[in-house]
């Protein structure tokens, strides 16, 4: 489960970890060893092996692959205070001037509930708001901002996918999946927000339930906690799970790897481009790399200014093109035309910057 990139020096050969093999190293990590079980392990590579398939259909991600391994679940879900009852807590409670609540019923994929309050703080009614209108791909348009909507949609799967892996712990109430992403306020009926067009809205996704019976629950509802920020031309959709230190760093990690291997990009040069995020020239991005590569590894490759500048014309851009292409509904096919437009559409699809903790894994993972 490696690949092969050849140096400038003769003779001289790195091999890069794969995304598949990368789960597996985070199993030997501290923070990853929680999910090192036999029962865990085989999920996670039946996971792998679901996605690679719906990954060959080169046309988005498929929601039903992560309902079906929801259902399957093993991840151990302790619940909390009954959803009917933080529900009423909260309707007690005066929230902020920007934020409003809503119920949202997994099996169905639906509201069973939204807040009054959303009436004062967007302008929308209750009715109004459904995930019909939130993410789904009407012709006359909805509440998604159309630059973000599939990733979105692909980030929510990829959680999902993550809260039913073995080893992790969630908790009703407490635990949570955050995400923010533009949303359409063209139609609200507060003139102000109608003149802004799009705001930033944070999403805080608490799993619930309705009662505890004793018997092992699986998630089927979550709370969601909607707050409106000040809009922004342009956002990147980077979600995270909000749960214990460790727990975070490795559902963050798992994440991470499975959306890097949904989206197929190789490792290596994703190395090239998190260092171009920091540094404009070839040299100092080669000089990074390999200087990680000898801290990490022990190993002392060449990589000049050239191979880098090579790599991104002649296949970091083109790929680049091709996967926002295929993940940002836009009327027009998006061109590709500098270093730095591959690297803002690698932060669009989640591939940078690199999460510290994955970055070690990847260099750990290098040989010659």
């Known amino acids: ?48 092996d ?44 005066f929230l902020g001037s920007n934020e409003f609540h809503s119920v949202f019923d997994i099996p169905t994929a639906s509201n ?25 791909m009407l012709p006359e348009g909805g509440f998604h901002h159309p630059e973000d909507l599939l990733h979105v949609l692909r980030w929510g799967n990829i959680a999902y996918i993550v809260l039913g892996i073995p080893g992790f712990v969630f908790r009703a109430n407490d635990d949570h999946y955050l995400i923010r992403h533009r949303m359409n306020v063209k139609s609200s009926s507060i003139k102000e927000l109608r003149e802004k067009e799009f705001v930033l809205i944070e999403k805080r996704c608490y799993l619930a339930h309705d009662t505890y019976t004793g018997e092992l629950l699986k998630p089927a509802i979550h709370l969601d906690r909607w707050t409106v920020l000040d809009s922004v031309k342009s956002h990147y959709v980077h979600p995270m799970f909000v749960t214990s230190p460790n727990q975070s760093n490795a559902m963050n990690a798992m994440m991470y790897l499975l959306n890097a291997l949904m989206l197929n ?35 002392a490759p060449e990589i000049d200014d050239q191979k880098v ?37 690698a932060m669009r699809l989640g591939l940078l910057p690199i999460p510290p903790f994955v970055e070690r894994l990847i260099y750990k993972g290098i040989t010659d």
């Open 1 to 48: 489960m490696t690949e092969r990139l050849y140096s400038i020096r003769v003779g001289e050969r790195l091999q890069y970890p794969s995304w598949k093999s990368l789960f597996s190293a985070l199993y030997l990590t501290e923070e990853g060893s929680m999910l090192d079980c036999v029962e865990g392990r085989e999920m996670i590579y039946h996971i792998l």
């Open 309 to 345: 500048a090579d790599c991104f014309a002649k296949t970091i851009r083109p790929k680049m093109e091709h996967l926002i292409n295929v993940w940002e509904a836009s009327p027009t096919k998006i061109q590709i035309r500098s270093d730095s437009e591959a690297v803002k559409a």
């Open 112 to 136: 069973s509930f939204v807040s009054e309050r959303i009436n004062t703080v967007l302008g929308i009614s209750p009715e109004d708001f459904t995930t019909v209108r939130m993410y789904g």
């Open 50 to 93: 679901k996605i690679e398939t719906v990954r060959d259909r080169n046309d988005g991600f498929h929601p039903e692959l992560a309902m079906q391994l929801l259902s399957d679940c093993k991840a151990e879900y302790r619940p909390g205070i009954p959803i009917s009852e933080v529900k009423e807590g909260i309707e007690r409670l």
């Open 265 to 299: 990009f190789p490792v290596r040069f994703l190395l090239l481009m998190n260092e171009r995020m920091e540094h404009d020239r070839n040299k100092a991005v080669a000089n990074r790399v390999c200087e990680k590569i000898e801290y990490y590894s022990g190993m």
